[in-house]
């Protein structure tokens, strides 16, 4: 009987008879919480419905209802003719069958939906990168991984780490670490001729992230960019992210067609372009068009951001400067990534930002993710400065262009019939352009059937009609792969002959 | 007169009679490339504008306007009498010299200006943190990174360098590192009654980007978002930056007054809420606000982002499950953070997102940032699946508890005339109410000017109404920094009565 005034007492000190909470949804809710917290312990036994409703000064049915409903939710047991008790489960069991509930309740998480723009992020074509198959016949886009000097790497982290120190625990440098900063700077100095102070340059993870931190700063919702047309697929996803507009532009063998801007845009606010070597067509951008794009982007009031993910590796004439190196207005927005030069798996890129702008960006990315892990951070600033990443992009552009060369010339001898190699100075990957009107996607396909990896330049077009063309990559290629997966497209491309 | 005749090939070969650029433009741009890539070298003699109009067919004029412009440019030098001339500078040097007019260019650079979601992220309060203030009294939110078992994450680190394999450098693992994942979801299992799949744990690099991909994935732009008032403003960050509405809803001494939603909000698509330890109130929110919400959030389609960054840290009873825990309907976010209780330089946190919403985030986080450096993911796994993670968590609950103890008993010895602490159970700080309608700003002020850091709850209010209270940090403060610190604030009290 003790139980019972307790029950009562708790009851009458919490109800607002006047409320906006219907009664037995206080009932409710008060005796949830009494079991929860277990001042209610399980087997109680609870007051009458009439005897509670009496103390409580409200209907019968009121009690019945909260009765009813905790007993439904495995809060209480009515056992006939005894009256009703607290369930035996302890909270963390009834918590569990919640959750066990849950998984089988599709009907309630069937309603919870993605919002507009979340579900448009699912539509965005995305392409998981399987590492297993960046060694594969004729894998694009991926380092040679094999190649990197990974003792180099470790023996640094290594020191680093009996270096670190409690000071670097906290949470200083949103921008990034700063002499890796400025060991960034500086090799952007002599390597691209671009010309920044350290504190333009902003550590980021990758070029996705400088891709989505640039539309979110400089873009509204809405915004159209223009874009190269054919184009990576993936890189939309940062511009489908943050809701701006695509519009499509052409390329030529001068790069983006700048002219051609005016006829089929409307109000681009920016253009994003890989001028080093437009991927896929591999074309580099010409210097006048990267004057001629600068001169729109000013006279429009437009960004342009840079995307560079590959200006190290060329194979012929010094390279053109980025178009960062020739902004005078403080229009181009530059990404620089280590996935290509570096492993992927390092998650480290950088961006070169206008003076007045840095601000902001130090905003945003505190507000959505604050900087990369420090430890790869301090550890590349090293590999740098100590002239490790020099000579490795030394070396893996030497070895990127014996592969290229080596594989030009198997493509030349056993396929000549059915590509033609299109000769661009850079990148990673070569374009066979496919004689005969040859289809690329169907060649895409029966190629995998065979276990070749294989794409086409149509794979990308967005409105471009250009001819079709087979990308061949050749940086991550073992290359012993290289002729086995020659001969492997010849028998396909003969069977579709 | 070999270089005239070049010139004129050069010219007559590019130039579009009927082309859309104007062309003293088009010449412009053939000889500004020729002379960048050195075709045309520095000295080179130019035809005379006379003999090059007649050759190319185009008027004098047009050609005097090329070379006119080219010579303001610094490409051409036109010497009175000698005819015009390549400038001497190399491609280089007038590239920096483009650069260095630049760094003055204000005026260009000023016509270039952030969008409007751009400039509203300069306007967000944000107070950067200096780790020196971390540990002067009474600052608060900062983990004691000195307690960190330094030595053992270091060994740790070490021995994940010396197993580091070149199948780690790939861009496997968007969601994060598998075994990680798998150590997480344990550890909530046995720590915080949260029984989630594995596959539902996602690997983010803090609560600021959890916070910005639920906004991105299940919001609009514009869509209204519920908050605690007071509320943590920095924290509003990631949902300004994803452009959202914010209505503040007062809390008691429950937590959010889920019953005030309907009268302060219109349309709220989601709660942000901290129920473990609200931040700056120090509440607790109560097991049936808990189911409340659930309900609000099920009746009204509308998502919870549960924000838990303190739960590990209380010092009374057993805490409450958190909201996850107790979800049926998918609809909760539940971000956590190991910025709290291991270091923030660690920069790693977690998502646990409903099954059926992976593979949006997955999406969302390839197209915006991928995932954080495997280094650390791979150590952190290491860290709580071999016990390190557990061991330390007690090791700080016990040290927090007993700083707070003594900071308590420090204070109501010597402030009891000016502040009543409010005793919660959680969190990472005390909250002292001011007595005597002493003004909880202008005190920060005054101990900003002793050299003692102070924050007052009123800081934090957007428009609630309740008794202002100094916040007093005893997480990361040394001990022997309490009593001068209570000492000195005793000094501004008595000074401002």
């Known amino acids: 009987m003790k139980n019972h005034s307790a029950v009562i007492l708790l009851l009458s000190k919490s109800l607002e008879l006047e409320g906006q909470k219907p009664l037995y949804r206080q009932i409710c809710d008060v005796l949830r919480e009494a079991i929860l917290s277990r001042r209610l312990r399980a087997g109680t036994n609870l007051p009458s419905t009439r005897s509670l409703a009496r103390e409580l000064s409200v209907s019968r049915n009121t009690v019945m209802s909260a009765f009813d409903q905790l007993i439904a939710e495995g809060y209480l047991k009515g056992a006939q003719g005894n009256g009703t008790f607290v369930a035996d489960e302890l909270p963390d069991e009834i918590l569990r069958f919640r959750f066990k509930k849950v998984l089988d309740n599709r009907q309630a998480h069937a309603k919870a939906k993605l919002s507009k723009r979340g579900s448009e992020i699912t539509q965005i074509p995305f392409r998981v990168e399987r590492d297993s198959d960046n060694t594969r016949a004729f894998s694009i886009g991926f380092a040679d991984i094999t190649e990197f000097p990974l003792e180099v790497w470790k023996r640094l982290l290594a020191r680093n780490i009996r270096n670190m120190s409690r000071s670097m625990l906290g949470y200083d440098g949103v921008l990034g670490y700063p002499p890796l900063r400025a060991a960034i700077a500086a090799y952007l100095k002599t390597s691209k001729g671009i010309e920044c102070e350290t504190s333009q340059i902003i550590i980021i993870s990758g070029s996705q992230q400088g891709l989505d931190l640039a539309a979110r700063i400089l873009l509204e919702e809405g915004d159209e960019v223009v874009i190269e047309d054919p184009n990576l697929t993936g890189k939309h996803g940062g511009a489908f992210a943050t809701k701006t507009k695509i519009s499509p532009i052409p390329i030529d063998e001068n790069g983006l067609n700048v002219s051609e801007i005016s006829r089929l845009a409307t109000n681009p606010r920016a253009a994003l372009i890989t001028p080093a070597s437009q991927f896929p067509t591999g074309i580099t951008m010409s210097l006048s068009r990267r004057f001629e794009l600068l001169e729109w982007a000013e006279a429009n009031n437009a960004w342009i951001i840079e995307?560079?993910?590959?200006?190290?590796?060329?194979?012929?004439?010094?390279?053109?400067?980025?178009?960062?190196?020739?902004?005078?207005?403080?229009?181009?927005?530059?990404?620089?990534?280590?996935s290509k030069?570096?492993?992927?798996?390092?998650?480290?890129?950088?961006?070169?930002?206008?003076?007045?702008?840095?601000?902001?960006?130090?905003?945003?990315?505190?507000?959505?993710?604050?900087?990369?892990?420090?430890?790869?951070?301090?550890?590349?600033?090293?590999?740098?400065?100590?002239?490790?990443?020099?000579?490795?992009?030394?070396?893996?552009?030497?070895?990127?262009?014996?592969?290229?060369?080596?594989?030009?010339?198997?493509?030349?001898?056993?396929?000549?019939?059915?590509?033609?190699?299109?000769?661009?100075?850079?990148?990673?990957?070569?374009?066979?352009?496919?004689?005969?009107?040859?289809?690329?996607?169907?060649?895409?396909?029966?190629?995998?059937?065979?276990?070749?990896?294989?794409?086409?330049?149509s794979e990308y077009c967005i409105n471009a009609k250009i001819p079709d063309a087979l990308l061949f990559g050749f940086t991550s290629i073992i290359k012993n792969e290289m002729a086995p997966g020659v001969a492997a497209l010849r028998e396909i491309l003969e069977c579709s002959n």
């Open 307 to 338: 995307d560079d993910y590959s200006s190290e590796f060329h194979y012929g004439s010094r390279p053109i400067s980025p178009v960062q190196a020739m902004d005078l207005g403080g229009r181009v927005i530059y990404i620089g990534t280590f």
């Open 341 to 457: 030069t570096m492993f992927p798996a390092l998650r480290l890129g950088y961006l070169v930002v206008p003076p007045n702008f840095v601000d902001a960006f130090r905003r945003a990315i505190a507000f959505t993710s604050r900087q990369p892990s420090f430890l790869e951070q301090i550890t590349l600033s090293d590999f740098i400065s100590e002239g490790f990443f020099g000579r490795h992009i030394r070396k893996i552009r030497a070895i990127y262009s014996e592969r290229r060369s080596c594989l030009i010339e198997l493509i030349e001898r056993n396929l000549v019939d059915f590509v033609e190699i299109k000769k661009s100075e850079a990148g990673m990957h070569l374009v066979g352009e496919l004689r005969n009107e040859l289809c690329g996607r169907k060649l895409v396909e029966s190629a995998a059937q065979k276990g070749l990896f294989l794409s086409a330049i």
